[in-house]
């Protein structure tokens, strides 16, 4: 069975350090990756898309994937009290009879 | 451009009682999802639609869920009857192309069975 492991947290970030989320997948077919960000109450929002080995950057959220190791993980910069939520982390094959697996998602609050 | 639209937000019935929601995609998504979460898990695929045909329904409770895609736009989620364990969110989401793609959600109806 196709799994995305996460861990479930809570990790406590200070204000303006590096938050650093990882994300393990079973399946070796994966090919895209994606972030979203969940506020409580509220719906995924996706925040950052991955599908090549190596590092991609966008403001301050860094997305790496290593697939040799199965591995992504999202990075963010200069964290603030905003970045405050659920990071979800997704992955499947990128043909259209594959679906995204999410994972649980990991809390994360950032201490003012 | 306008977002995934979800109805109602809110839904409180009771057990073996039906209830629907609808999801109208983001203009010129060929695929649709619904997904199912429950409080402090990721969401889970319950339906994924390509167009207005299925393309995955395996972990859909068929004998008391049913969904449709009328003319591969709009889609309505059903129930019935509702169990105790259906209390989730119910999510609806879309994607330009095939899943793998990037996906955006709709706000999400919060369905509680008492």
């Known amino acids: 069975q196709k799994e995305v492991e996460q861990n479930s947290g809570p990790l406590s970030v200070p204000e303006g350090a590096i938050a650093s989320l990882n994300c393990t997948y079973s399946?070796?077919?994966?090919?895209?990756f994606f972030w979203y960000r969940q506020y409580s109450g509220k719906s995924p929002e996706l925040i950052m898309s991955?599908?090549?080995?190596g590092d991609k950057e966008d403001g301050r959220f860094t997305a790496q994937l290593n697939k040799a190791s199965q591995y992504v993980s999202l990075l963010i910069r200069d964290s603030q009290p905003s970045d405050s939520a659920t990071y979800l982390c997704?992955?499947?094959?990128?043909?259209?009879?594959?679906?995204?697996?999410f994972g649980k998602g990991t809390r994360l609050h950032i201490l003012p | 451009e306008a977002g995934v639209a979800q109805s109602p937000r809110y839904k409180i019935i009771e057990k073996r009682q039906s209830v629907a929601f609808w999801c109208n995609p983001i203009s010129g998504h060929a695929t649709l999802y619904w997904y199912q979460q429950i409080l402090g898990q990721g969401p889970k695929l319950l339906i994924q639609?390509?167009?207005?045909?299925?393309?995955?329904d395996s972990q859909l409770p068929k004998d008391r869920f049913s969904a449709e895609r009328l003319k591969g736009v709009d889609s309505t989620l059903k129930i019935q009857p509702a169990k105790l364990e259906d209390s989730a969110v119910y999510l609806c989401a879309s994607s330009l192309l095939a899943s793998s793609y990037e996906q955006y959600f709709g706000p999400g109806t919060r369905l509680t069975v008492t």
């Open positions: 399946d070796r077919g994966s090919q895209s």
């Open positions: 639609f390509q167009n207005n045909g299925v393309v995955d």
């Open positions: 997704a992955g499947g094959a990128m043909n259209r009879d594959d679906k995204i697996i």
């Open positions: 991955i599908y090549s080995n």
